[in-house]
Structure formats: C-alpha cells, structure tokens
C-alpha cells in the first residue's frame, strides 16, 4: 500500500497542539487524536464514562487504544516538530527584495510574531507564496517522515 504525500502533507497542516496525529499503518487511515482521547483510556478524563462518550469521540477512544496496544500506528511529526517558525524564517530569507526581506524578518521577532507575518504578507498580497513555500515545506517532511519509517508513498 501507497500512501498519497499529499494525504500526510494536509494532515500535517492541520496539526494542533491539543493532540498528534497517526498513520495506520495497515489501512492508510490517518487520525488526529487530542490528549483528552487518551485521558478516557488512562482515566485522567473523570466524570464521562465509555457509554456517555458521543460516537464520533468514541470511535476515536477505541482508535486511542489501539494505539497504545499495538504497533500499527506511527505518529506524524507534532506541530512542536514542524516548528512553522523556522518555515517561516526561510521564507522570509527566500524573498529576494532585500528591503522587503528585512521587513518580514523584522515582523517576526519578538512577541506576537505570527500575527506581525501574516500582516505584512497580506499587506505586501504575497499571502499565495507563503501558503504555496509552507505547503512545499510540509510535503518535504512527510516524504523525510515517510522515508524514516519506510513507509511507501506517491
């Protein structure tokens, strides 16, 4: 089985850091599990029984345990490991307009730095390059990830 980059590349966009996501290894499925999943396993999520759990989070409970029980999952790098900070540095060091480059690079110093880059690349309408490098930069994790863990791809 081949699993699609662009499948692990999407899941990775859309990490949180309330969870991680995984790869079933058998079936390709991928799923993002938040920690409070994995506290109705270990009991640390008190006052909701199994039976009181909605079904969608259910689902995703006995998935959990599966991933605690067997080795058929693989967690994708967290949004810790992406580190969209340092994407973004390399993005503002790819921009060959040096005034510009050193306005970006200035935006994202210091508190609030996320916020001051999404500014100024809306400002300066490039908003289409970054969202276009960032995917890039997600696509060549997922095939290091995938290639770290033999995992096959397409």
Known sequence: MKIKI???AGQLEVSFDTGDSYLNRTTGEL???THDIFGYIDGSEEGDSFEDIPDWERDLVIV???INETDNYLRLPSKF???EYAMMERFCLSIND???RDELYSAIKGSGAFRRFK???YQH???KDWFDFKKNELIAVAIDWCNAN???FE
């Open 6 to 8: 662009a499948d692990i």
């Open 31 to 33: 799923y993002y599990i």
């Open 64 to 66: 959990a345990k599966e």
């Open 81 to 83: 490991e992406l580190n």
């Open 98 to 100: 040096k005034r510009f």
């Open 119 to 121: 500014d100024c690349i």
């Open 125 to 127: 309408g490039i908003e």
């Open 150 to 152: 033999e995992i096959e």
